[in-house]
């Protein structure tokens, strides 16, 4: 159940989206987030949900496998939802007990869980059609002018990179230990939240002893392999934007400069009008 | 034939605390210390002079704590030994400048294949040696699918090491060593996490590597079938050497390697239980061929 997770996994097919440079779909993902929180309609949510669609289209992944990996994100979208259908104040619609359901409410509720299955989809299509490794080499290219302030871009970057590598092997390790756990009557299901969350403690402490290990020997294994830094590292793969590319950049700005539209339509609109009558009493 | 490792009386001993360790080397110096001093600080190493042909597969053997990985890690210069000194190819461990250049020179395997792999697809893994030697693209991309071909894992180039078995991960981590042209592969008891299969996979592999590509092998490990398989075996115990030779000479003393806390191939042990019967096999058996004839040649 834990692995079905499909956040920060590569989904081994090709397609045109798996083929562009990972630079591409890391701009990508952050235009289509900063579009996703410009949206303030209906029809701009459908607009970047079809967006998805097609790109999920283009690459080659089936929408089941996608679907199933929100699975894991289902709590929390349900948390924000039902907050938000109750605390917004507003015009009340059905009343139950103390709890009231406001028009509002329900509105921003409805927008919140789009937005953020959006958002989560749109990310797990970056991770989803890039290998960790490729990500990383992007962020650290994307990343590099900041060297100059002194930031540490390519420890970060290969950080991520272990990061991501190491997620599946430690979730594998939670499900380990919870089963040799509950084996030996450990219970992770039954009791009030407070006791259940310490009834974690004896997973996690297991979990991180073996993390910090881990980390040690991965440690020694890379200075084996005679890891250094950055300094004089050459990239196998090495990243070129190609004709793809421009292609890409080109639809991103168009679906971002869509999004504004549909933000701003209503004052567009407004302002033509004002122009419209302006010129109309001229 | 040209050496490859030589290890001049290698000392190792465990600094956790500074004041101890300056007490500790005057104690090995000649200056007697008090018995629980120096059960509390042994020496992982003590005194081991080693050597290493060009092209040998050599296997150390020694139950835990017996100062196998310690010396494994000092022909890497992950740890600097405290005396003595260690040489690959002639360059002394303990210059730094030296460094990279034996550690591209004597590729080194853990224990844990999943703690070695850096990245989330072989190919990549398999690259990331020679990516930190800071060879060209191109001859990175010949490397990594020579490698790759070396230990047979060429259809797997794309996929995700966490789908693999553990066999094939510790073939992977080869590869990750192979691909940055090494001259000596050192195994820190790859074997030891292995299934049954796994392990006869890597040892395929090593022996390929060893017959074919004349690369100098020195593999760590707790299992005897193994041993009985290189060219020479190393006993370690308590940080020293004590038996040394090839396996048939080394096996055939089954009464001192038991009282090492160590086994001997199943066969050799049958054939010791027999001779101890008063069945008279004879020979320095390994195999269950060597058995099968010997037993055949008693009728």
């Not at chain 1, 701009?27 to 996703?36: N, P, Q, S």
């Not at chain 1, 979990?207 to 890379?222: G, K, N, P, Q, Y």
Request: charged share 25%; aromatic share 6%; hydrophobic share 45%.
């Amino acid at each position: 159940m834990l692995r079905d997770i499909t956040i920060g996994q590569y989904y081994d097919v090709d397609s045109p989206v798996h083929r562009l440079d990972p630079r591409t779909k890391v701009l990508g993902t952050v235009i289509f987030i900063v579009g996703l929180f410009l949206v303030k309609s209906f029809l701009g949510f459908a607009a970047a949900g079809i967006c998805l669609l097609l790109l999920i289209r283009c690459s080659n992944i089936p929408l089941k496998f996608i679907v199933r990996g929100q699975k894991s994100i289902a709590m929390l979208l349900l948390f924000t939802v039902v907050l938000n259908m109750f605390m917004v104040k507003g015009d009340v619609l059905v009343r139950i007990w103390f709890l009231k359901i406001t028009y509002q409410g329900l509105y921003t509720a409805l927008f919140m869980g789009m937005r953020l299955i959006m958002l989560v989809i749109g990310c797990s299509m970056m991770t989803l059609t890039t290998t960790p490794l490729q990500l990383t080499d992007g962020l650290e290219k994307l990343l590099r002018p900041l060297k100059k302030i002194k930031v540490p871009v390519h420890d970060i970057a290969m950080m991520m990179s272990i990061a991501l590598r190491f997620i599946p092997i430690l979730m594998e390790e939670t499900d380990k230990i919870m089963k040799a756990q509950s084996a030996r009557g450990a219970d992770f299901e039954s009791g009030s939240l407070l006791r259940r969350a310490k009834s974690l403690i004896p997973v996690l402490v297991p979990l991180f002893i073996s993390a910090f290990r881990r980390a040690d020997e991965l440690a020694t294994a890379m200075e084996a392999r005679c890891y250094r830094g950055d300094e004089g590292r050459t990239k196998m793969k090495e990243l070129k934007y190609r004709t793809g590319d421009y292609v890409a950049m080109v639809l991103l700005l168009l679906f971002l400069l869509a999004m504004i539209f549909s933000r701003y339509l209503p004052g567009v609109r407004e302002l033509a009008g004002t122009v419209l009558t302006l010129l109309g009493v001229r | 034939m040209e050496e490859m490792i030589k290890s001049q009386d290698l000392v190792y001993i465990y600094d956790d605390d500074d004041d101890q360790t300056s007490i500790e080397v005057t104690a090995s110096g000649g200056t007697p210390s008090s018995e629980s001093n120096q059960e509390e600080k042994p020496h992982a190493l003590d005194g081991v002079s080693i050597q290493v042909e060009k092209g040998e597969f050599v296997v150390i053997l020694g139950h835990n704590g017996s100062g196998k990985s310690t010396f494994a890690r000092h022909i890497n210069a992950l740890m600097l030994p405290t005396e003595g000194a260690i040489y690959v190819e002639g360059m002394d461990t303990r210059e730094d400048v030296n460094i990279w250049k034996i550690r591209q020179k004597a590729g080194m395997i853990f224990q844990n294949p999943d703690n070695q792999m850096i990245a989330s697809i072989v190919e990549e893994d398999v690259a990331f040696g020679p990516e930190n030697l800071g060879i060209a693209p191109d001859t990175i991309r010949v490397n990594v699918k020579e490698a790759l071909e070396a230990v047979g894992m060429s259809h797997y180039k794309n996929a995700n090491p966490t789908h693999l078995s553990g066999g094939q991960k510790q073939r992977i981590a080869i590869a990750g060593i192979l691909a940055m042209k090494p001259e000596c592969i050192v195994l820190d008891e790859p074997t030891a996490m292995l299934d049954p299969r796994g392990r006869s996979e890597v040892m395929r592999t090593l022996l390929k590597l060893n017959r074919e590509e004349k690369m100098t092998v020195v593999h760590i490990t707790h299992y005897m079938e193994e041993a009985a398989q290189a060219d020479r075996v190393i006993v370690m115990d308590h940080g020293k050497v004590v038996m040394e030779g090839t396996p048939r000479e080394v096996f055939s003393h089954v009464e001192e390697l038991k009282a090492l806390g160590l086994d001997v191939p199943p066969m050799t042990e049958l054939a010791f239980r027999l001779r101890k019967k008063g069945i008279d096999v004879q020979g320095d058996i390994l195999t269950v061929e060597e058995m099968v004839g010997a037993l055949c040649r008693l009728n």
